[in-house]
């Protein structure tokens, strides 16, 4: 939560026993590929959002051995005291590439990439991969949630149910890179110049006398952000009619809000939404806010509209800030190269396993994000090797790495190609600049999931968008496999 604290033993111990053993064995600490993935999407979502990079940065910037962590270190009785005085000068000097926050992206692909000695790189794995998956589970869920909402303002307002400050502030912000309208955490609000929401709990209401009165002090508190939060005796026959009474009093003033309205926290949301609304329109509020809370989440928000509920609001905290049926996003991050020393070049490494999810793919990668030219659609992303080049002015076949046989033609000039990861570190330096801020993040993920059919975006059993291997890479992908495979026999 607080950004002048020192992350660095954010870590898991068996990274700094390796980094140990690294140092012990000089010849050992050789550059290598990392990439960090996720097999599948969370939600069985058809796509995820990519969150978390800034946080990423700041805690590469960071990286710093003090006295107070080395003096932890050696009361461990785990560390010699060279490997201790080598902690001291530790810097992350290597580069790193990711996919930028707020893009649409899918499994398999490397959402970072970290070029680096095998300590530095091995250092970094645990709090890359809490930064990254948290967030990004988080801007996940939180994209069904506002697809759900079908244009209506969702506001995040899960703090009090988090799993701690950090979740509640860095969770926010992923909801509101993801199209939140805003929140109600004010810590988030001020760290990242977001807009923060809010209204009022039951206990103002049982506060005064009556409940009439609590609204009339309300309204005279907040005549342009008057919603009342109806539900605290009786919904319809009390909390609407006395907000209707006070709506009209202040019409009779000469106040005109800019946003005013009620809020629905119990009972059936969709029958007590058409109610409301009757009775709202009959007394001449027409354009008055109708929102909605109580344990929503994007299932239940889906199946109101198709209820006919005439909620406008919704207000998600629980189900939203903790991804609650999938409180996991399941990254991983996976050696897939090392340097010859001799030669300077990469040899690819691969892990296999009997599960076919599990099997990686080697090598130093780039990812290329392709689109239909004429709708502007996303058609498939394609994983390639670092030193593969594309021309859209040339026909590009793609296969499925699985189902071979499955394979498309993309005519020259019909489609766009582009790199989809960028340089964030070189040499250690952070060369991403003029990094946006969190509302233009929201409109970057806007445009991204823009890109996507509707098919891909449907809550349930989506469309999969199609993340291809190149041939080069399928091909060093295979000769891994068989040589590894020859050698189990032999």
């Known amino acids: 939560m607080d950004t002048k604290r020192n992350l660095t033993l954010l870590t898991d111990l068996y990274e700094l026993t390796m980094m140990q053993g690294y140092f012990k064995n000089k010849t050992a600490n050789v550059n290598v590929v990392f990439d960090a993935f996720y097999r599948r999407n969370p939600d069985g979502n058809g796509f995820s959002i990519s969150c978390g990079l ?10 710093k051995f003090g006295e107070e962590e080395i003096d932890y270190l050696a009361s461990l009785n785990m560390f010699d005291a ?62 069904r949630v506002v697809h759900a909402a079908q244009g209506d303002g969702v506001m995040e307002f899960g703090l009090r149910r988090a799993q701690g400050p950090d979740a509640g502030i860095y969770g926010a912000r992923a909801a509101v890179i993801a199209g939140c309208i805003g929140t109600s955490n004010v810590l988030c609000g001020q760290m990242f110049h977001v807009p923060v929401m809010g209204t009022h709990a039951h206990s103002w209401i049982m506060s005064f006398p009556d409940e009439l009165t609590a609204f009339r002090e309300y309204a005279k508190l907040y005549p342009d952000a008057c919603i009342l939060l109806v539900d605290t005796y009786d919904t319809l026959k009390s909390g609407v009619p006395n907000a209707i009474r006070v709506f009209e009093e202040m019409r009779e003033k000469g106040i005109h ?15 007590l939404s058409k109610k409301a609304k009757k009775m709202l329109d009959a007394a001449g509020f027409t354009d008055a806010v109708i929102s909605a809370s109580n344990d929503l989440d994007e299932e239940l928000i889906a199946s109101l509209k198709t209820q006919g509920a005439v909620i406008n609001s919704w207000g998600v905290g629980t189900n939203l800030i903790t991804s609650k049926d999938c409180p996991s996003f399941g990254g991983v991050y996976k050696l897939a190269a090392i340097q010859d020393p001799e030669t300077g070049n990469y040899i690819p490494k691969i892990k296999v396993s009997e599960n076919v999810e599990k099997i990686t793919n080697p090598g130093d990668k780039v990812i290329y994000r392709i689109c239909e030219k004429e709708s502007g659609k996303l058609f498939a992303d394609l994983i390639a090797l670092a030193d593969e080049t594309y021309d859209e002015n040339e026909d590009l076949l793609l296969f499925d790495p699985v189902e071979t046989w499955k394979k498309t033609l993309m005519k020259a000039g019909t489609y766009t190609i582009r790199p989809l990861m960028i340089p964030v570190f070189k040499n250690g330096k952070c060369v991403y600049n003029n990094r946006p801020t969190v509302m233009e993040l929201q409109q970057i993920c806007r445009e991204s999931m823009d890109t996507l059919w509707e098919e891909s975006k449907r809550l349930v059993n989506p469309h999969e968008v199609h ?23 032999l």
């Not at 800034?54 to 990286?63: A, F």
């Not at 809000?257 to 969709?270: E, M, Q, V």
């Not at 291809?468 to 495979?485: M, V």
């Open 257 to 271: 809000s800019k946003r005013y309205g009620i809020r629905l926290d119990s009972g059936d949301l969709a029958y």
């Open 82 to 143: 060279d490997f201790l005085s080598y902690l001291r000068e530790f810097r992350f000097t290597g580069d790193i590439y990711a996919i930028p926050e707020g893009q649409v992206m899918f499994p398999r692909e490397p959402v970072v990439k970290v070029k680096a000695p095998i300590m530095q790189a091995q250092l970094i794995e645990t709090a890359v991969l809490n930064i990254i998956n948290h967030q990004s589970l988080i801007a996940t869920k939180a994209a």
């Open 467 to 489: 993340v291809d291997l190149s041939r080069p890479l399928w091909d060093l992908r295979q000769q891994l496999l068989d040589k590894y495979h020859h050698m189990e026999v």
């Open 54 to 63: 800034e946080q990423v940065i700041e805690y590469i910037e960071g990286l």
